[in-house]
């Protein structure tokens, strides 16, 4: 049996990849297009391994992707790729737009294709799981609810909106085709081969570099954080046992305001790397410019993948960042690799009128 992952160089794809085959002997066909954020290295411990086959390409090349589903024959797709970073699609929404909704389409088509020329028993078993964010559902004030699967759509992001329109494409496919679809909507994620573009692996690589700390605003946004291995296992939750059709909302129960987190990864770093002048790194925090348009809250109502599935995170934030930032302590020459002259570029540009 063989599995088609898209976007598997990317943070989360890769870290589902590697779980993936370190618990199952299934083979891993993995698109990707390595944009800056795709990294092989991030699949270096799969090298020469015959389950993991990784082809460079993008899910919108629609004879490249019905060639490798004629090929390979997967029982299930899975995708992951997107353009993930939502200030790039403020300075840039052209990408989101053609990976997150035109590839999305093309990809749909291609396995729409596919699945319907299967035998009965291949069609009734296949699955495809779209992977997607909390962030589709806008920004909660303090005292609402957390999202549940019911909550409307209200992206505020264009990174946001494409993941909607995303989603709202595999939706159709399901009740117009009949698609046999499944959508996770996750929380932010954190943890090992995090590009460091994004708040936690940003903050752990500039603490050290001692540069400063940007926190945007005043610091007080809220995200709800989990452990990426443990949306790993609630993906493949998902694909084993969810209800054809259906979304869950995956999410850590781990609401925390940002500055919290930058304080809680300068207090690890204080205590596993102490700065040469015994200073805190929490010295080196800088509040600077908002993000435009800055979503205030995210919270994730995760009682819908526990009651169905019996999905539960195993990492509690404190277990989670401190493996996390042990993991960038034990890992600087992957940090090096991604910082290459793009990324430098990027950061130069971001953070230019702070
Ligand atoms: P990432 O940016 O680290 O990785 C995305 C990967 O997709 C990269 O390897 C990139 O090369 C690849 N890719 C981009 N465009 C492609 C294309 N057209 N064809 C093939 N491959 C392409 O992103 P991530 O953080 O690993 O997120 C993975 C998925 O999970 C995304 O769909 C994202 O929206 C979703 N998600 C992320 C988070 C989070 O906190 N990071 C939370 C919830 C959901
Ligand atoms: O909620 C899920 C989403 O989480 C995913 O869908 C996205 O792909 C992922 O990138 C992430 O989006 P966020 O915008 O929440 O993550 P980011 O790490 O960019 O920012 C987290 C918070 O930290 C956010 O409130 C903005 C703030 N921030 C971020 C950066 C990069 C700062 O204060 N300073 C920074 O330099």
Same mark, same amino acid.
């Given at each position: 049996?063989?599995?088609?992952?898209?976007?598997?160089?990317?943070?989360?794809?890769?870290?589902?990849?590697?779980?993936?085959?370190? !618990?199952?002997?299934?083979? &891993?066909?993995? /698109?990707?297009?390595?944009?800056?954020?795709?990294? =092989?290295? *991030?699949? %270096?411990?799969?090298?020469?391994?015959?389950?993991?086959?990784?082809?460079?390409?993008?899910? !919108?090349?629609?004879?490249? &992707?019905?060639? /490798?589903?004629?090929?390979?024959?997967?029982?299930? =797709?899975? *995708?992951? %790729?997107?353009?993930?970073?939502?200030?790039?699609?403020?300075?840039?929404?052209?990408?989101?737009?053609?990976?997150?909704? &035109?590839?999305?389409?093309?990809?749909?088509?291609?396995?729409?294709?596919?699945?319907?020329?299967?035998?009965?028993?291949?069609?009734?078993?296949?699955?495809?799981?779209?992977?997607?964010?909390?962030?589709?559902?806008?920004?909660?004030?303090?005292?609402?609810?957390?999202?549940?699967?019911?909550?409307?759509?209200?992206?505020?992001?264009?990174?946001?909106?494409?993941?909607?329109?995303?989603?709202?494409?595999?939706?159709?496919?399901?009740?117009?085709?009949?698609?046999?679809?499944?959508?996770?909507?996750?929380?932010?994620?954190?943890?090992?081969?995090?590009?460091?573009?994004?708040?936690?692996?940003?903050?752990?690589?500039?603490?050290?570099?001692?540069?400063?700390?940007?926190?945007?605003?005043?610091?007080?946004?809220?995200?709800?954080?989990?452990?990426?291995?443990?949306?790993?296992?609630?993906?493949?939750?998902?694909?084993?046992?969810?209800?054809?059709?259906?979304?869950?909302?995956?999410?850590?129960?781990?609401?925390?305001?940002?500055?919290?987190?930058?304080?809680?990864?300068?207090?690890?770093?204080?205590?596993?790397?102490?700065?040469?002048?015994?200073?805190?790194?929490?010295?080196?925090?800088?509040?600077?410019?908002?993000?435009?348009?800055?979503?205030?809250?995210?919270?994730?109502?995760?009682?819908?993948?526990?009651?169905?599935?019996?999905?539960?995170?195993?990492?509690?934030?404190?277990?989670?960042?401190?493996?996390?930032?042990?993991?960038?302590?034990?890992?600087?020459?992957?940090?090096?690799?991604?910082?290459?002259?793009?990324?430098?570029?990027?950061?130069?540009?971001?953070?230019?009128?702070?």
């Amino acid at each position: 049996m063989t599995i088609l992952v898209t976007g598997g160089a990317g943070f989360i794809g890769s870290n589902f990849v590697l779980d993936w085959l370190a !618990g199952s002997d299934e083979t &891993v066909v993995n /698109l990707d297009k390595l944009t800056y954020a795709g990294n =092989v290295h *991030n699949l %270096a411990p799969l090298a020469g391994d015959p389950r993991h086959a990784f082809v460079q390409g993008d899910i !919108g090349d629609a004879g490249l &992707v019905a060639a /490798l589903l004629a090929q390979h024959q997967p029982r299930a =797709v899975l *995708n992951f %790729a997107a353009e993930s970073h939502v200030d790039r699609s403020i300075l840039g929404p052209g990408e989101f737009i053609q990976t997150n909704i &035109v590839g999305t389409f093309h990809l749909l088509e291609q396995v729409r294709a596919y699945w319907a020329a299967l035998d009965t028993p291949a069609k009734t078993a296949f699955r495809l799981l779209h992977v997607s964010t909390d962030e589709v559902y806008g920004s909660l004030a303090a005292s609402d609810p957390a999202f549940t699967e019911t909550h409307r759509y209200e992206p505020n992001s264009p990174y946001s909106a494409s993941k909607a329109a995303s989603d709202h494409l595999v939706r159709a496919y399901h009740h117009t085709y009949g698609l046999p679809v499944l959508t996770t909507n996750c929380s932010n994620n954190y943890g090992p081969l995090h590009f460091p573009e994004k708040l936690i692996p940003l903050m752990i690589v500039n603490a050290q570099a001692g540069k400063p700390l940007p926190v945007y605003g005043d610091g007080q946004q809220i995200r709800d954080w989990l452990y990426v291995k443990d949306h790993c296992s609630a993906i493949r939750a998902v694909l084993a046992g969810g209800r054809l059709g259906e979304t869950y909302n995956i999410g850590g129960w781990n609401e925390k305001p940002n500055l919290d987190i930058v304080n809680t990864v300068c207090d690890l770093l204080d205590e596993l790397k102490p700065r040469a002048d015994l200073q805190s790194y929490r010295s080196q925090i800088s509040y600077v410019t908002d993000r435009p348009g800055h979503d205030r809250r995210y919270a994730i109502d995760a009682r819908k993948i526990g009651q169905e599935l019996g999905w539960k995170p195993t990492e509690t934030f404190e277990t989670g960042i401190r493996k996390t930032v042990q993991w960038y302590l034990d890992n600087p020459d992957w940090v090096a690799q991604v910082q290459s002259g793009a990324y430098r570029d990027w950061v130069a540009t971001q953070y230019a009128q702070s």
